[in-house]
């Protein structure tokens, strides 16, 4: 059974920071592209932050502000945020999507977690 489970969303105030960890199993870690979505009520779902090929991608608006990582040891990938934003605000979800497709149209990817709340008071 696949599973991909988030942690550490949460409330934190402008300014501040938090670290989303997201662990996967149930298919080969390896083989698959991994990354960070977030939606608002009313909005599409849009990528935040992937690994794609291996190669980070960020979005425009968390550039310089968000890092993903990974421990592929323990199949789990990370996003940092720092300096958060009310902006910021949202559901997060992370995703995999087989490797070689290169998309970041969340329509396209395979797998996604529950999702965690992040909440950014202004």
């Known amino acids: 059974e696949v599973k991909l489970v988030e942690s550490g969303g949460g409330l934190v105030q402008t300014g501040g920071s938090l670290r989303l960890s997201c662990s996967a199993s149930?298919?080969?870690?390896?083989?698959?592209?991994i990354g960070w979505f977030r939606q608002t009520p009313g909005k599409e779902r849009e990528a935040v932050s992937c690994?794609?090929?291996?190669?980070?991608y960020y979005d425009d608006s968390v550039k310089g502000r968000f890092t993903i990582s990974s421990d592929n040891s323990k199949n789990t990938v990370f996003l940092q945020m720092d300096s958060l934003k009310p902006e910021d605000t949202a559901v997060y979800y992370c995703?995999?999507?087989?490797?070689?497709?290169?998309?970041?149209?969340?329509?396209?990817?395979?797998?996604w977690g529950q999702g965690t709340q992040v909440t950014v008071s202004s």
């Open positions: 995703a995999a999507v087989t490797s070689g497709w290169g998309t970041l149209d969340p329509r396209l990817w395979d797998y």
């Open positions: 690994q794609i090929n291996r190669s980070p």
């Open positions: 149930g298919f080969t870690f390896d083989d698959h592209d």
